[in-house]
């Protein structure tokens, strides 16, 4: 009954009045004008710098006028932003204030576009006025075209010698990090050692820099001195210290993929008269497996990308290559092209994953 | 010999005792249902018999052999006695049929073929042999407890453990789901089921258990525990059921 009556005696307050929005409009535009302004500057100053580098072409001139074009188009929503604040004032004076309100919120979202397609203009600008600085010298630098023409092959034949550390350590890493996963997953008292060496394992190896572990073991082994393990090729340290520390990792994922499949599916397997083992291998593995991929993936992705710290053991591989082309000809393009190299095998993995999460999320939507 | 018997288990998670010394019996053929309040310990006496949690003291006895405490055989009790779980339990990465079938093979190493034929016959006789190929998720509730229920008859239990299988059911699924039990009484399977459902209780039992305090409190016919229970706590325990409009 109170509860009503404190209802109805409710101050709603007057009607909420339009929010201003005259002067973001005018600033939209203002920022707009300046944005122009230095588009042309930056523009004008590449211009020149093609021109003495020779390498001036109506190709590159289109572009040039693609970018101020598309500059001078955040005139139209900053104009729209103007013309619906006009709107505002008359509306308010004929009494129609629901229309007035309307009005002025169209106005400030045009106006908040105008700023945000400006703000991201003057990020591109920005980044083009960083690589033409200094006469130039920024961009070529990081991004030669001529030593990247020539030396694209040479640096690519090197990261061979990446893909092959990687491979062979992701192999080795879903094996040896199952075992892991399995020691720490033993039950009962008879598995309690076996747990406790596997945890001290997953603890020292997931918190140990990967570049000292490589370091570690290229250098250490053969330093000690060991009968067939003290000369092996390069490589397969690299391949070693790196399945050491992913293994961590990795364990680490299957276990969580394990953990998260409900205790009742091992209940009503066992039930059958399944063994523990029966039932790993033909109700919980199963389902855990489709959870488990995303995050593995995301690990191999940070091991190939570590397969460039082999080099501080002195492992040919093309970081290493691009320093030596590098320091031979006081530029960084052919470490640029070590990078891109990383980024072309990774992009296809990344869309993989979020296909994959994507397609995980559906099912569970779905599925329930 | 009764085919099944609980002398003096004891259970405790922890400090809480769940069973203080139960004993009771269940002849072959025998439908017997377990009733009591809420946590009175109906499941897990149904999960103790199965071997899914051990106990403090005390023995089971299947067909005279002991199947409790160490040495046992948990497997091969397992074949012998069938565990339905109200939660159904279904693998939602298998298709119903292999789902059905996949204990036979792994465990009683029946080939493929035969596993199959098997499963499709019992899939029929609870009308979704159509079913077969669909994945659990595609199923009702009510189907995906036949099912459950289905895989764990494959496997040619003595006795079924039956769960509170009907309380995760809409109403209107209930039935088929009882049909089945009902089926399996006519045709002479022993059967041990806590349930809520006191009318069906009434109807196909052929000795109803009260649980209280971790005990059997009271035993009887079906007709006497529901019409004229000697004990004051059944009494007060079928009061509330009757008020709650569930018998
Ligand atoms: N795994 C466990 N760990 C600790 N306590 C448990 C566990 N399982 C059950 N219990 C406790 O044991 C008691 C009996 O539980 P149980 O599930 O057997 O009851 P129930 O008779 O089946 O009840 P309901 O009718 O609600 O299903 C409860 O108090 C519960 O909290
Ligand atoms: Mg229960």
Redo the contacts between chains.
Sequence with gaps: MTLASEQTQLDWGAPSQPKASGGLAWGALAAVVAILGVATLVLFNLRGLLAREVLSSSAADAAMVAVLAACTLLVWPASRAIAASFRVQPNLAAGDLVAARIAAASSREWSFITLGYGAAALLVLGGIAFFTANDGQVSKTFFDAKLIRDFTPLVAKAFMVNVLIFMCAEVLVLIWGLLVAIARLIPGEAGRPVRFLATVYCDIFRGFPVIITVYLVGFGIPLAGLPFLGDLPLPCYAIFALTLVYGAYVAEVYRSGIDSVHW??M?????????HL?ALR??IV??AI?RIIPPLLNDFIGLQKDTALVQVIGVLDSFNQSRIIASNHFNLSAVTIVGLLFVLITIPQARLVDRLVEHDQRRMR??? | MPLLEMLGVRKAFGSHDVLRGLDLSVNEHQVVCLIGPSGCGKSTLLRCI?G?EGIQDGEIRLAGDRVSGPGVDI??L??NV??V?Q?F?????MSVLENVT??PI??LKQPRAEAEARAMALLKRIGLEAKARDYP?RLSGGQQQRVAIV??LA?DPKVMLLDEITSALDPELVSDVLDIVRDLARQGMTLMLATHEMGFAREVASKVCFLFEGRVHEEGPPDKMFGDPEEERTRGFLKRIIEAGRL
Excluded: E, T, Y
Excluded at chain 1, 267 to 275: T, Y
Excluded at chain 2, 89 to 93: D, E, G, R, S, T
């Design positions: 009742s599916q209940a009503a397997a066992r039930s059958l008269g399944l063994s029966q033909h109700v199963p389902q489709r779905a599925g329930g | 199965n899914l497997d091969r397992r074949r069938g565990i779980f939660s339990n279904l693998f939602p990465h996949l204990a792994c465990v998720d895989r764990a496997m």
